[in-house]
């Protein structure tokens, strides 16, 4: 397992939540944060970083999309 950090943007929010999560492979990750981009209206974007590491980073055009 890999850890990792993930930056939820919240319109709702001053600043980003940060979640840590433990998961087997990078793409698995990053379907994570797209789906949870994309089943939420409050959220503006979400990043998923792997130490020093970005993996991704999504934003509304992820629920235009769905």
């Known amino acids: 397992m ?3 950090r993930i930056l939820v943007h919240d319109r709702r929010a001053a600043a980003p ?3 840590k999560a433990e998961m087997a492979r990078d ?3 990053v379907e994570f ?4 981009l994309a089943a939420s ?3 503006i ?3 998923v ?3 020093p590491v970005r993996l ?11």
């Open 2 to 4: 890999k850890a990792y």
């Open 17 to 19: 939540q940060e979640w």
């Open 27 to 29: 793409d698995r990750a």
């Open 33 to 36: 944060a797209r789906d949870r």
């Open 41 to 43: 209206d409050n959220l």
């Open 45 to 47: 974007g979400i990043e």
């Open 49 to 51: 970083w792997s130490g």
């Open 56 to 66: 991704c980073r999504f934003g509304e055009e992820i629920r235009r999309a769905a």
